[in-house]
């Protein structure tokens, strides 16, 4: 063979070899790996929810009762909401300025609830799981205070606010360690607009749960950036149709929240099949072409899969503790089709249709 068609021979050779990776795709698929063979598997429906506290006008209880009627009806046995867990943002207070910005925005501060237990963050996590080992069948009024109290000095609001709920109105008061301030907040975020109130802990109170597992990680956000810049690129990369059509979506089914099933409504729109290649389109997809030098886009996509896949792992931790659990795991709308993506991959998680269950 000629010199120079033996050399295009090996690099035509080369382009096409597995070692390139062009071509390759692995030959296992957890996903085809579905169990268990006998027991009942664990069920995880991913619901995703506006921000409640960002939609227009009251949002109150008999708004959400419709969907909380639905949700109810499906039994969940373990609900996961978008927060940080105690635990995360105390390792993210230890790095300082690093993670500064995310403990700001996104960690409750158990300061006042620690110096009322008398118990760290560690401490007061590691007592919540001692007690729900040999939680009574019907706790006392002072039991469930004295819980709640520990909840919040291990950085689960939340789950603090489950306790509140659960507790008789003429129970809810300062006693059993919590002083009069952190009971008014816990009054105060019965009726707060925010699925964490409104749908989270109402829901769980409702089905006689004990608690609710926050899953959030924003531990990835703590790189160095030049904001301005970032921000900037980001902004036009969302400036494109598919955006625009999503901002329309959203006015409309939030002009229709005054009608009897107009909330549920929008959570239907945002749990539709379609929602998340859309969001895709408009968001993560456009960012992912964003033409920067410094590639401000691919950084961001980088944060988004990081952020969700720990999230992800923190509900497959979840689904560890009590093989066979039905999860409800309520998430900002954009994560859902990420969730449920990932999810799929685990060899003991069966997803359930919202659409089904918001019928």
């Known amino acids: 063979m000629h010199t120079s068609l ?3 021979a090996l690099c035509l050779t080369a382009a096409l070899s597995p070692a390139s990776g062009q071509e390759y795709r692995p030959s296992f698929h957890p996903d085809m790996l579905k169990g268990p063979i006998a027991g009942r598997p664990n069920e995880v429906l991913v619901l995703g929810t506006p921000h ?13 009762e419709p969907l909380l009627t639905r949700l109810a009806r499906w039994k969940p046995t373990a609900i996961a909401n978008e927060n940080m867990s105690g635990l995360l943002c105390f390792s993210l207070r230890a790095q300082g300025e690093r993670q500064a910005s995310s403990v700001e925005s996104y960690c409750y501060d158990p300061t006042a609830a620690g110096n009322a237990a008398g118990l760290g963050v560690p401490a007061a996590n590691a007592e919540v799981e001692r007690r729900l080992a040999n939680w009574p069948a019907s706790p006392s009024p002072a039991e469930r205070r004295r819980l ?10 939340t789950s603090a606010l489950v306790q509140w709920l659960r507790l008789p109105a003429t129970e809810r008061r300062a006693a059993d360690g919590l002083t009069a301030d952190l009971a008014a907040n816990l009054d105060k975020n019965t009726a707060r607009k925010s699925e964490d109130s409104l749908i989270v802990a109402a829901l769980a109170a409702r ?26 690129a980001l902004t036009a990369a969302w400036d494109n149709p598919a955006t625009k059509a999503r901002i329309a979506q959203g006015n409309a089914l939030s002009a229709g929240l005054g009608r009897p099933d107009g909330l549920l409504d929008l959570y ?92």
């Open 207 to 232: 089905l006689g749960l004990e608690r609710v597992w926050g899953v959030d990680d924003q531990s990835s956000s703590g790189a160095p950036v030049d904001d301005k810049a970032y921000g900037a």
């Open 268 to 359: 239907r729109a945002y749990n539709a099949p379609a929602y998340g290649a859309e969001a895709y389109r408009s968001d993560w997809g456009a960012a992912l072409n964003e033409p920067s030098l410094q590639a401000y886009g691919r950084q961001y996509v980088a944060y988004w899969e990081t952020r969700n896949l720990r999230m992800v792992a923190n509900i497959r931790a979840v689904l560890g503790w009590k093989p066979g659990t039905r999860l409800l795991a309520v998430v900002g709308a954009s994560h859902k089709a990420y969730y449920e993506a990932y999810l799929n991959q685990m060899h003991d998680a069966k997803l359930v249709d919202a659409a089904l269950v918001l019928e």
């Open 148 to 157: 709640a109290l520990l909840f919040l000095a291990a950085g689960e609001p």
């Open 6 to 8: 033996l050399g295009a």
């Open 52 to 64: 409640l506290s960002q939609l227009p006008g009251n949002i109150g209880p008999e708004m959400v």
